[in-house]
């Protein structure tokens, strides 16, 4: 069981490129999220989902776009990367239920801007 | 704003103890903690849903103060295992699924 599988695994763009970072769950949940994770600023929330088809704006969404076909895939792009956008980026998933309130979380994808 | 955490840091000695506050500007409906080893994923540790909830396993219990916005994580008798980045973690509007994380605080314990 692969749980939550975030491809690539590490990237450098030069800015200006454009990319988009995988996440698949074979766990069926309904929820996904993406994060992105800086020093001494912790998790952020870029977008999340909570079905498929839907998608919904995070704390820190500029300059990323999400989209949620299916429902075991949560796709995180960048169409023109900035060098502020250098981050490791973690993608989760929550089964529907309020007192199930683990995320389960990718092993992250570390992306650098030059 | 995300859920501000102290201390930022703390340095231990294998068997002492520690607290971990997390404190939001706005309402808790819930409260998550995880733990993160550096270079690996988040992982969970406990949730509290309910205001005065308190919650342990092993040497590792929290809190969960609804009125004043607050949850504590306690960590007794230290382990070297318990070295890591610890988040604590919310649900930012009751039934959005809008999950976000406090600002951490980094844990080193010695031997």
């Known amino acids: 069981n692969a749980g939550v599988t975030q491809t690539p695994k590490f990237r450098v763009l030069k800015t200006g490129q454009s990319m988009t970072l995988l996440c698949a769950q074979d766990m069926n949940h309904e929820y996904m999220y993406w994060y992105r994770q800086d020093p001494g600023m912790g998790l952020r929330l870029i977008h999340y989902?909570?079905?498929?088809?839907?998608?919904a704006k995070g704390e820190v969404p500029d300059g990323y776009n999400v989209s949620r076909l299916k429902k075991q895939n949560f796709l995180l792009g960048l169409e023109s990367a900035a060098p502020s956008q250098t981050s490791v980026y973690f993608c989760a998933s929550k089964s529907r239920g309020l007192n199930t309130g683990e995320l389960f979380f990718g092993e992250g994808s570390r992306l650098t801007v030059l | 704003q995300q859920p501000v955490q102290s201390p930022q840091a703390v340095i231990l000695r294998e068997g002492e103890d520690a607290v971990i506050n997390c404190s939001s500007s706005?309402?808790?409906?819930?409260v998550h903690w995880y733990r993160q080893k550096h270079g690996e994923a988040p992982v969970f540790l406990m949730i509290?849903?309910?205001?005065?909830e308190q919650k342990g396993h092993d040497k590792i219990s929290a809190s969960f103060n609804e009125k004043k916005q607050q949850s504590s994580l306690y960590l007794t008798a230290s382990q070297l295992s318990y070295s890591g980045t610890y988040f604590c973690?919310?649900?930012?509007?009751?039934?959005?699924?809008?999950?976000?994380f406090g600002t951490g605080t980094r844990l080193k314990v010695l031997a």
């Open positions: 989902s909570v079905g498929e088809g839907t998608t």
């Open positions: 509290l849903l309910k205001g005065g």
């Open positions: 706005k309402a808790l409906y819930s």
């Open positions: 973690g919310t649900e930012r509007g009751s039934g959005t699924y809008k999950y976000i």
